[in-house]
């Protein structure tokens, strides 16, 4: 389809030659459709906003918001029926009539944003504030062009992992402002854990007391003043948890919240070892790996668990729930006598079926509250529950296979898109997982395996890159696993798998690390590093 059916004709006959060039456009992600024109528009301080409706003046103020931090000063509104040179505007016939998709006109005189939703119209002000910051200064010179646009993923997501180490309420607005400009709307935020249980639950009070509280090993579970230990201790209350679920949503940025389950539940474990396999009473966990801990499998435990899943899907409006399933090591269920009795009661053969029933049972709670399971790939051992949604982190094979079996896939390979994992060989690489993930590495994975039938290729919902956090105390550390993979990750996310290109995206990076500065940002340099 031709862009521009509605547009003027290009001013061909004009001089070409202005005396202020115009910047090149510098977009992270690159747009599905761009077409450059004659001439260029002038942005500076003095231009207004203009807004009709409710919903565009949300954008167009997360927009000012932008400009503000990028070049130091806030547009404004103009009055009612005033003159506006930048035009936000819910518009249904806009084009493409895509979810998320928005259309942008630059001409000489001003910019028009249009979106027959308020998510496409918010990614169109973020492509024109990407414009206006492809330059530095105050007074920017942008051409002439259009845009359509549209995802080529419905899930662009991160994973925050909050249980080995939580970050601040604001520190994950920050984090959450950041995937708006990065046009990612998903945020799966892992808080349960082996090392911490962060979420209030009011009902079972030991979850946060006990659960929420472990002694770091070594120098970091000691004041070296007072030689006493110190307890690393935190949760989220839900005034918190409402409060970033509406930041995110006012983004655009579905927050899926995550109960691990089977295993990954010590802390659980610890303040509530009624609900363990063996009865015994652990610690909560100071140490890294996959544990050994799992629920039991009794009414009393269901219930308990039945009881937590009310409470988060009261705070987390996502149609979509995340209960882990990963790295369930089947010891403990092997080993207890009361696990072993209840599996004969059910004539389930052995444990890997025994995981399948576990999760087929919560999945049929879940969808009889109108929500959706979600699990790592391990769900699919023992067979799968009817309506799961899986995410294939260790590698893509789990996702091909889900695919094939007609459920939704979300990719998050391990080699691929792990962010815990070092990203280059500098010495001056944060601690983290001892294996690269590159920014390359980031950029080119492919999504949609080939090997997928056509008919198959529309199960997969998407990507997402997981920062687990057992290495990154400070939020310094989350920035710089994040930043900027994030922008290959978005790229690999909303772009048209054709426009992919790493050199390209390696030209339009600095004036993205600029945006990154502009927001106080800790990105990793690393990836710069001349090397010796
Ligand atoms: C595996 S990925 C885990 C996490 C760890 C991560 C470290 C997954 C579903 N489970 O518990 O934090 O490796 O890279």
Redesign the pocket.
Known sequence: AACGDRSPPPPAQEAAAPAEAASRPMLVPLPARLEQREGSFRFDAGVALGAADAAARRVAGHFAGMVAATHGFTPALAGEGAQAAIVFAIDPAASPDAPEGYELEVTREGAQVRASDERGLFYGAVTLWQLLSSAQGEAVRIPALRIEDAPRFSWRGLML?SA?HFQSVDEIKQLIDAMARHKLNVLHWHLT?DQGWRIEIPKYPKLMEVGGCRIPAGEAGTDPDTGQTRPYCGWYTQDQIRDIVAYAGERHIMVVPEFDMPG?VQAVVAAYPEYGSLGDTPPVSNE?G?HQYLFNVDEDTFAFIEDVLDEIMALFPAPYVHV?G??AVKDQWQASAKVQARMKELGIADETALQSWFIKRIEAYLSGKGRRLLG?DEILDGGIAPNATV?S?RGIEGGIAAARAGHDVVMAP?DKL?L??LQTSSPNEPPG?PVQVTLRDVYEFEPVPAVLAPAQRGHILGVQA?V?T?HMRTFDRVQHAVFPRIAALAETAWSPAEARDFDSFLARLPVQLRRYEAFGIAYARTPFEVQA
């Open positions: 992992d080995r854990d990954h890294w996959v882990g990963d790295e790592w995410m982190w391990v792990y815990d994992y997982r997981n687990w057992e």
